[in-house]
Each structure stands twice: as structure tokens, then as C-alpha cells.
């Protein structure tokens, strides 16, 4: 169990993280959500004890992290899949972490056979794909078989094979009984993976809630309707008392209708429908939503027609 | 794991259950009433000290290319110029030219720039972890700051003043016998220890120095330049300092320069300034360890 309270990070007059107050627990997947410059690796790197706290206090099961005698032992980490040595082979590269644990030295052809790295296991690591990289970062966090894990951001650049391959080594390992913790900045992501869910944007804490609640919460339902008459069907929908949404791209999306219902209105007074669909609002936009404001670098259009198609991905697999 | 749980502050979330019907982990933990199932590992749990961090620095050390390079010019360097040196002096002096004259002071040249490699190689074992990120990595797996520098300066050093010493003594040996007949004298038991152990154990000082640097700095480039600095700047700024008024500061400035302090390794005079003896090796040693305590007070301050 991971505990943060009023966990705040100040770089000069940047605050990068801002007095976050959240747990994480045990035998589940606590992702970790917020988008570019949200501060989740600043987090991280303080719950590693690599950046001291301006204020507030992290602790790893009471204990702050460089009390730990045994630490990768009790946490693996994958930071920065680069964080290492280019010029150092593979196995090199896991026997010096190894060895700085007292982790013996089979253990290190373990996990490089768990990441699938044996072939090329005394080859530099400079050579390897980002992909590969990406790998030997997690043999790394597995090297001391630990209980709690942390990986930020391991999905970024992967082919769709190795996504594949982290979320299912994600969700083995917390049905194992370990504490995951994984960050992202993708709504879809965390979908698949998370059981429970800590979403920040700005360094503040925006959402601390299980999966299933803010799926619950977040999953919209609408009808999307286009006609040549908009007038009139406006018209006629305030009538019979329901509250239209007009959109930017000349359609009308009705919260919570029901299309045979707005089928039937227009029919009787003959207007003709374009389309008329029942839409879900993706969880890409209830999280682009809750952290709308705190966005740190904007792109200037964005509709959130356009954007929908991006958080798709979930839905289909 | 028998820490009292504390009071969770989102305690009105419903607890979701891990979703995956796998085949049970063989290492669940019974959980105490009130507490949770936790992961166990097989592998037997070691307390971790110096020992370790040792260990794992000589890994790193003995793993990558710069280390052979560095120490590989080196030799080079060393043994190359200290055999030239003699080789060339000694085939052209006459019978009487060296007479009194210390053979191993031959080995100076090859020293002198070869220390810029030693000072290289420990700027890097700080420095270039820092450029590649591993240091986050290091640190994460020995978050005991103080423990991680004490082992890379544990492990230079020794490499270090082996490596220097097998050269000196090599040089030593090849160029009394090179002049063995140019009339230089034999040299004394104590100026046999000063030119070769003396001046190994000066010339690894000089190399952990570097590497506080580089671990001050966090810059390999920068580090080795602010070394090659202090190893030339004393001398070039006492080439121009004309004005009879500085003449205390530029004497002292060439007295306490570094290749002067070499230089001391070799001579027997007492001079009535300046550094004799095994002095050198002292004042590097009193400099090597103020910049390690300011070495270690920062990496205690700052973020990794
Ligand atoms: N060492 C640092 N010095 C100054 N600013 C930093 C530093 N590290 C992070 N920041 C800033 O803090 C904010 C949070 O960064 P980061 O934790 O990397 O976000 P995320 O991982 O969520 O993308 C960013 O605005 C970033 O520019
Ligand atoms: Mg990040």
C-alpha cells in the first residue's frame, strides 16, 4: 500500500504536483490517469524518493522509501525505459541491479526469459528497439519479484502486440495479490487495465474513484439527430418537453432520449430525418472533460466530433 | 506487513475485486482479519549494505567500453612516453650528462597525460549516469545516496591506482635499466616508493576527485573540462602573470600547481617553498575529501 497525503512538488515557481492526498491498495490496478504535464511522474519519482516533497509525505507501507531495506525487493519500478546504459549488454544491465539487492544472480535469466529477452540478452541496449527497451525496463521492476509496481506510462510507443503483452502481465500480477500502479494519459488504457482509478490534471487531484463508478458516471447516453428542417424539429421536441443540445456540427443530441420516441414526434409532423443515433459518449471524453481545464498544452481545434474516434479503441476490444 | 491500516480517505468507494479468474498465485498470504492479501516472494529477503553497492559498481564499471578505452590509452600513454622518454634521452647523452639524475623522473611525461584519462574515467563513472538517466535507475535500487558514491569511489579508486601502479612500476623498472649505463644514480629505497606507489596513489586521488566532480556537476563534459582546468590553468595563468608585485602568488601558483606536484614525486630536494616530500599526496587528499563531504551534502539535497 502506497499513501500520499498533501503531496506537493515546486520546481521554482512551477508546481508541478499540488498537495495530492490519494492510496493506493493492494491486489488491484491503480491507474493513474491525467494528461501530458499533469505531474504523474513527478508523483512517481517522489514515491521512489528520487525528488524530495516541498511538503507533504509519501510512505510505502508506513515506511518512506529509502527506509526500505530491501527496496526492489518491495517496489519495481520502470520510470524511463532509457534510464540505463547504452553501451551495457542486457544481462549487465539486470546483474548490477541484481547484485546492488543481494538479488541472486539466477533471477536475472528469469526475468529476462518472463520479458522474452533471452536471445538477445547480452547484446547493448543501445541496439533495441523501443519496444525492447521497454521490456528490459520491466525485467528490471520484476528483478526483485516485488509486491508493489509501478510503471509510467509502459504502453507509450509500443506496437499493438506489446500492449497486449503489458496489460495482460499488469493484470497477472495484481491477481497475484501485488499492488499495481500504472499512469497514463490515455482514457482507453486505463479502461482495459485499471480497477481503480486516480486521475489528476495540473497536479491536483481530480478523481479518485473505482473503474466501474466513473464508467457508470461518465457513460453517456445520447441520440444524435440531422435534419433539413432543424426549425421545425426544434420546435416540435421543446413541445413535447425535451431538452435538445445544439452541436457545432449542425447536429442536435438529445441527452438520454429515446431514438424510436424522437422518431415517432417527427414522423407525425412529417420532418425529415437525416439521422437519428443512439451514441455513447466515449470515457476519452468524460476524461477530457474532468480535466478540460487543466489542461497543460492545448491544441487550438479540437472538436469533440473529431476527438470521439480516438477514444473508440476501448469499446472495440 | 503488520502495520496497522490506517484510515483510508476515499473509504466510501466501493472496494472493486481484481476481475481476473486466474489460476491462484502459490503465494497468498493468509490475511489477517482487517488486513488484505498480499503477494509473498520466494526469494529470500537480504539486507542490503555496502558490500552490495560494491559489487554492482564493479559490474557496471568492468561492463562498459569507455572503461577499457580510458584505461587502455592509459597504459598507452604511460608506459609508451615513459620508455620514449628514457629511450631517447638516454641514446643521446653522453657518459656524463645524467649523472645524479633520478631514471624514474622519466616516467613523469606519460603520467602527466595520462592523468587526463584516469580524470576522464572517473568524471564518467559519476557523470554519465546522469546524462543516460541510469542514476534514477541506481538510485531507485539503492535509495542510500551516500552508499552508492562511497561504492563508485571504493571501486575507481582500486581499479584506478592498480591500473597506475602496474604502468609506474613497469616504467620504473624498463627505465633503470635504459639508463643503467648513462651514469644516472641508483635511486634510494624511499624514492622508489614515492615514484611509483607515491605517485600511483597521487594520481588515483586525482582521479576520484574527478569523479566528486562529476558527481557534483552531473555533466560529463563539463566535468572533464573544469579537471583538465585545474590541472593547467595554474600554470598558464603564473606563464602571464608578469607584475614583480605578484611574484608570492605566481611562485605559489606553480609550486601548488598539479604537474609540479607530480614533479615533487621524482625530486629529492627539500625546497624552502612549496611542496616536498610526500606533501602532494596530502593536500590531495585533503581536497579529495572536503569536495566528497560537499559531494555528498548535495546528493542529499538535491533531486536525483
Ligand atoms: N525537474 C523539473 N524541473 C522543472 N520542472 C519540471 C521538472 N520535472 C517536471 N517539471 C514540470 O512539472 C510538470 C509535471 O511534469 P510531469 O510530472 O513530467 O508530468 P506527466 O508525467 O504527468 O506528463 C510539467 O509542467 C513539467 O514541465
Ligand atoms: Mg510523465
Not at chain 1, 140 to 151: E, H, K, Q, V
Not at chain 1, 161 to 189: C, D, P, Y
Request: glycine fraction near 10%; charged fraction near 15%; include cysteine.
Amino acid at each position: 500500500m502506497i499513501e500520499l497525503e498533501g503531496l506537493t512538488k515546486r520546481y521554482g515557481e512551477k508546481v508541478a504536483v499540488n498537495n495530492l492526498t490519494f492510496t493506493v491498495r493492494p491486489g488491484i490496478v491503480t491507474g493513474f490517469l491525467g494528461p501530458n504535464g499533469a505531474g504523474k511522474s513527478t508523483t512517481m519519482r517522489m514515491m521512489l524518493g528520487l525528488d524530495r516533497p516541498t511538503a507533504g509525505d509519501v510512505r510505502i507501507d508506513g515506511r518512506h522509501y529509502d527506509r526500505l531495506k530491501d527496496p526492489l525487493r518491495y517496489i519495481g519500478a520502470l520510470l524511463d525505459a532509457k534510464a540505463m546504459h547504452g553501451g551495457r549488454s542486457a544481462f549487465n544491465h539486470l546483474l548490477c541491479l541484481a547484485q546492488s539487492n543481494g538479488i541472486p544472480r539466477g533471477r536475472v535469466d528469469e526475468v529476462l526469459d518472463t520479458v522474452g529477452l533471452t536471445a538477445v540478452a547480452k547484446k547493448k541496449a543501445k541496439g533495441f528497439s523501443l519496444g525492447m527497451g521497454q521490456r528490459l525496463g520491466i525485467a528490471g521492476a520484476l528483478l526483485g519479484d516485488p509486491r508493489i509496481l509501478m510503471f509510467d506510462e509502459p504502453v507509450n510507443g509500443l506496437d499493438p502486440e506489446g500492449i497486449h503483452w503489458i496489460r495482460n502481465l499488469m493484470k497477472s500480477l495484481a491477481a497475484q495479490g501485488r499492488t499495481v500502479f500504472v499512469s497514463s494519459h490515455l482514457m482507453s488504457e486505463m479502461a482495459l487495465t485499471a480497477d481503480h482509478l486516480v486521475v489528476i490534471g495540473q497536479g491536483r487531484l481530480l478523481a479518485d474513484t473505482s473503474m466501474a463508478e466513473f464508467i457508470e458516471q461518465n457513460s453517456r447516453s445520447y441520440v444524435r439527430i440531422r435534419s433539413p428542417q432543424r426549425e421545425r424539429l426544434l420546435d416540435v421536441l421543446h413541445g413535447a418537453g425535451i431538452t435538445v443540445v445544439e452541436t457545432g456540427a449542425g447536429a442536435l443530441e438529445v441527452d438520454g432520449g429515446k431514438p424510436e420516441h424522437i422518431g415517432e414526434l417527427a414522423a407525425q409532423h412529417q420532418i425529415v430525418l437525416h439521422e437519428l443515433s443512439p451514441q455513447q459518449a466515449s470515457l476519452e471524453e468524460a476524461f477530457m472533460q474532468l480535466t478540460a481545464e487543466s489542461v497543460e498544452y492545448h491544441a487550438h481545434t479540437d472538436t469533440p466530433e473529431e476527438q470521439q474516434a480516438w477514444g473508440d479503441g476501448w469499446k472495440g476490444n | 506487513m503488520s502495520t496497522p491500516q490506517p484510515p483510508m480517505p476515499q473509504a466510501a468507494v466501493p472496494q472493486p475485486q481484481p476481475q481476473l479468474a486466474q489460476a491462484p498465485a502459490p503465494h497468498w498470504q493468509s490475511a489477517p482479519a482487517g488486513s488484505y492479501p498480499t503477494y509473498t516472494s520466494p526469494i529470500p529477503v537480504v539486507r542490503t549494505h555496502l558490500g552490495h553497492a560494491i559489487a554492482s559498481e564493479w559490474t557496471k564499471i568492468r561492463s562498459v567500453r569507455s572503461t577499457m578505452w580510458t584505461l587502455g590509452v592509459f597504459v598507452l600513454l604511460v608506459v609508451g612516453i615513459g620508455l620514449l622518454a628514457a629511450a631517447v634521452v638516454g641514446s643521446s647523452a653522453g657518459e656524463t650528462d645524467l649523472a645524479g639524475e633520478n631514471p624514474l623522473s622519466f616516467g613523469f611525461f606519460g603520467l602527466l597525460l595520462g592523468s587526463m584519462c584516469i580524470m576522464t574515467l572517473g568524471v564518467l563513472t559519476t557523470a554519465s549516469e546522469y546524462g543516460t538517466g541510469m542514476i534514477r535507475t541506481t538510485m531507485t535500487a539503492c535509495p542510500n545516496r551516500v552508499r552508492v558514491l562511497a561504492a563508485k569511489a571504493i571501486v575507481f579508486f582500486s581499479v584506478a591506482f592498480v591500473v597506475t601502479f602496474v604502468s609506474a612500476l613497469l616504467v620504473a623498472f624498463a627505465d633503470v635499466a635504459l639508463l643503467d649505463s648513462s651514469g644516472v644514480r641508483d635511486p634510494s629505497g624511499s624514492e622508489w616508493l614515492k615514484g611509483t606507489l607515491g605517485i600511483s596513489l597521487y594520481l588515483a586521488l586525482l582521479g576520484l576527485l574527478s569523479l566528486v566532480i562529476g558527481s557534483i556537476i552531473r555533466h560529463s563534459a563539463g566535468a572533464i573540462t573544469i579537471m583538465i582546468g585545474v590541472v593547467l590553468a595554474p600554470l598558464v595563468i603564473a606563464l602571464f602573470m608578469f607584475s614583480s608585485s605578484l611574484e608570492k602568488l605566481r611562485e605559489a601558483l606553480f609550486e601548488y600547481s598539479i604537474p609540479n606536484q607530480l614533479s615533487v614525486f621524482y625530486s629529492n630536494s627539500l625546497t624552502e617553498s612549496g611542496p616536498s616530500g610526500w606533501d602532494p599526496l596530502w593536500i590531495m587528499l585533503g581536497v579529495t575529501a572536503v569536495a566528497f563531504a560537499g559531494a555528498c551534502a548535495l546528493l542529499e539535497k538535491r533531486d536525483v
